[in-house]
């Protein structure tokens, strides 16, 4: 099981970035997604989830009206859309199952997103 994610940078609070996660490894269609984030000295925290056929989205309060997710199962890809970033968003992104268990060895390496003031 493999999770990789991309299309992280630096950008100016108030712009937009979008990520994308690609799954392989997994029947991707049945399970349900989540996108987390890591700031420095934070734990690990849910931002958005989606079923597993795209049905019902749910987001972390800090991000609702801002961020979108969705998924393509035919490309076991998730993505994350992000509009009017700000500095508290500044993070590592991960995508994986949630909940992630039975997944928690199968972390990818994130995407960095930086935010500047």
């Known amino acids: 099981v493999q999770f990789v994610e991309s299309g992280g940078g630096l950008v100016q609070s108030g712009g937009s970035l979008r990520l994308s996660c690609a799954a392989s490894?997994?029947?991707?269609?049945?399970?349900?997604m989540g996108w987390y984030r890591q700031a420095p000295g934070k734990q690990r925290e849910l931002v958005a989830h989606i079923n597993s056929d795209s049905s019902r989205t749910n987001y972390a309060d800090f991000v609702k009206g801002r961020f979108t997710i969705s998924r393509d199962n035919a490309k076991s890809t998730v993505y994350l859309q992000m509009n009017d970033l700000n500095v508290d968003d500044t993070a590592v992104y991960y995508c994986n199952v949630n909940p992630p268990y039975g997944f928690n060895d199968n972390w990818g390496q994130g995407t960095q997103v930086t935010i500047s003031s």
């Open positions: 490894g997994i029947t991707f269609h049945i399970y349900h």
